[in-house]
């Protein structure tokens, strides 16, 4: 009864997104693969990779999503952004900006494709490390933190 309940939540405050047409371009995707390998994959694994001790004492447990994902792209994004209550699943929306978190939601729906060898060079040609991705999002195009 709860992941219904659950589920029914997700796509119902999801309904509203506005999903982004450019989800499979290369770029954001092998973005979004150093994002995941740096925030996700601890918890939700990645091809090759075996259970960490957080992901075996989590409990709920966290989906593995290189099983793949029954979630629309824009439950996927409300789910990374909002987090999910008592589920260990943290809202990366109050740290990361919306494009940062939609190069997530791009890798996921490539990421049950990758073996263990993909995904680690899909990792690699992220164009920026997580720490640059955070700089680059706190300031202003014209390299000045935001106001």
């Not at 693969?33 to 740096?38: L, P, R």
Request: include cysteine; glycine fraction near 8%; charged fraction near 25%.
């Amino acid at each position: 009864l709860m992941t219904t309940v659950r589920e029914r939540s997700i796509a119902v405050r999801a309904a509203g997104a506005v999903v982004p047409s450019d989800l499979a371009d290369p770029k954001r995707i092998a973005a979004g693969a150093g994002q995941y390998a740096e925030m996700c994959s601890g918890c939700h694994l990645a091809p090759g990779m075996k259970r960490t001790e957080i992901s075996q004492g989590l409990y709920p447990r966290a989906p593995e999503l290189r099983r793949g994902s029954r979630l629309t792209p824009a439950e996927e994004f409300w789910v990374v952004k909002h987090g999910v209550k008592m589920t260990g699943m943290p809202a990366w929306g109050v740290t990361h900006n919306d494009e940062l978190l939609w190069d997530v939601v791009a890798f996921l729906r490539k990421l049950p494709e990758l073996t263990a060898d993909q995904y680690q060079t899909l990792v690699k040609s992220a164009p920026k490390t997580h720490d640059e991705m955070m700089q680059e999002m706190d300031e202003g195009h014209d390299g000045q933190p935001h106001q």
